[in-house]
């Protein structure tokens, strides 16, 4: 069977054998069932989990238990941001003496955003056990997710900031119709594996010898959504965090580039193509070279005669910006991002910068692919100049 149709039978079961409890359907997601709080309860059993101080927890509703475990346990408690939008984890700071009740409102996903604060790429965060959730496992610790490949990358990614080592254990809760035979040809070089399958009636040691990801694989991320399209291209541009680390790994040396970059890159090389990068890419980088601390330099495009004095230009107002950051940093980002702007004002001593675009359009795709870009130790604020937002 494919994966799919492995995630397929396993979703039907549970809801055709009433197993499956909220949130219904279960298709889609990290199945909750009856029992998830009994299987959750026996990582307490776990001597992994004993010694660990700082844990990650999945957000999903059938670990909502282990994550009450840990906070019980008073250890660090790190919960993934949903589909890592605003960042890599959630730290879980309950109120000065929680009861009970309120430690249980922590380990939902309504407490994860009430009683949180963020840490990201430069928290320092050094997890000593992590939980993920599962759509299918098999007793050789080979794992299914969702199949939006987000616990895969989670893991690669503590790999690359230094957060997990080689030997961090990794548990998984399911049911025991979830724990299932499958192929090893199945998995991918990217594809995490677990150490320990609790359900509520066993606890699994899997003995697992497949090697975990030693960090985000580039080269070989294009694997393909049931819909045909590249999921990691997907995450690309709606992670912010994950374009900092492939920003921060390629500033290292290493080759980031994506197994089918160049090919793209080759189809679109025509002449038309060719005319729009000179517009957009050479004369903005000009403009941007000469911009220096305290001044304000403005390059004309000559492709659009008719922009100089138009209303059309819009400000995106970067802060935040770390007091040793160089302007020339903040313009490799620039140009890594492919947001280069018509101009730039740099203001170090102020801690900030406005970047000017051609139109609102170009200015808001600039704020998305830079929202959540550290630099220099920093997160940058990234917005629409104040005079900007209500325009039209």
């Not at 010694?51 to 909502?64: I, M, S």
């Not at 399911?174 to 066993?202: G, K």
């Not at 045909?228 to 921060?248: A, D, H, Q, S, V």
Request: with cysteine; hydrophobic share 35%; net charge positive.
């Amino acid at each position: 069977s494919s994966k799919w149709e492995i995630r397929e039978k396993i979703w039907d079961h549970l809801e055709s054998t009433g197993l499956a409890e909220f949130p219904r359907p279960v298709h889609g997601r990290i199945p909750n069932f009856q029992g998830s709080l009994q299987a959750c309860s026996s990582i307490k059993e776990l001597d992994v989990f004993s010694r660990a101080r700082e844990v990650k927890v999945d957000p999903d509703k059938p670990l909502e238990g282990a994550r009450l475990a840990a906070l019980q346990a008073r250890k660090t408690l790190l919960v993934p941001t949903p589909r890592l939008r605003t960042g890599l984890f959630n730290k879980i700071v309950p109120p000065p003496g929680a009861t009970k009740e309120i430690l249980r409102i922590c380990a939902t996903s309504q407490g994860v955003k009430d009683y949180s604060v963020p840490v990201g790429l430069d928290g320092k965060a050094r997890v000593d056990l992590v939980v993920v959730g599962s759509v299918a496992v098999s007793q050789k610790g080979w794992r299914i997710g969702k199949g939006e490949g987000y616990a895969d990358m989670e893991y690669a990614m503590m790999v690359s900031m230094g957060a997990v080592q080689e030997d961090t254990p990794v548990v998984t809760i399911v049911h025991d119709c979830q724990v299932v035979d499958m192929a090893e040809e199945l998995l991918d070089d990217h594809d995490l594996t677990v150490d320990y399958i609790l359900t509520p009636t066993r606890i699994i040691k899997t003995n697992c010898k497949r090697p975990r990801p030693q960090g985000i694989i580039w080269q070989k991320a294009s694997s393909l959504s049931n819909s045909g399209t590249n999921i990691f291209y997907e995450m690309l541009g709606k992670i912010p965090i994950l374009k900092t680390l492939r920003y921060r790994e390629k500033q290292t040396g290493k080759d980031v580039t994506l197994q089918d970059e160049h090919p793209r890159l080759e189809k679109t090389n025509s002449a038309a193509q060719n005319k729009k990068e000179m517009v957009e890419n050479t004369r903005p980088e000009a403009a941007m070279g000469s911009a220096q601390v305290g001044q304000h330099h403005v390059e004309r495009d000559s492709f659009n005669p008719g922009l100089e004095g138009s209303d059309g230009i819009t400000t995106v107002f970067v802060g935040n910006i770390p007091p040793s950051l160089r302007v020339r940093e903040l313009k490799c980002a620039l140009r890594e991002f492919h947001v280069i702007p018509l101009q730039l004002n740099w203001q170090g001593a102020q801690h900030r910068a406005f970047l000017d675009y051609r139109d609102k359009g170009t200015a808001e795709r600039a704020v998305s692919s830079l929202k959540g870009l550290s630099l220099g130790g920093n997160t940058l604020q990234v917005e629409l100049a104040k005079n900007q937002r209500n325009k039209g």
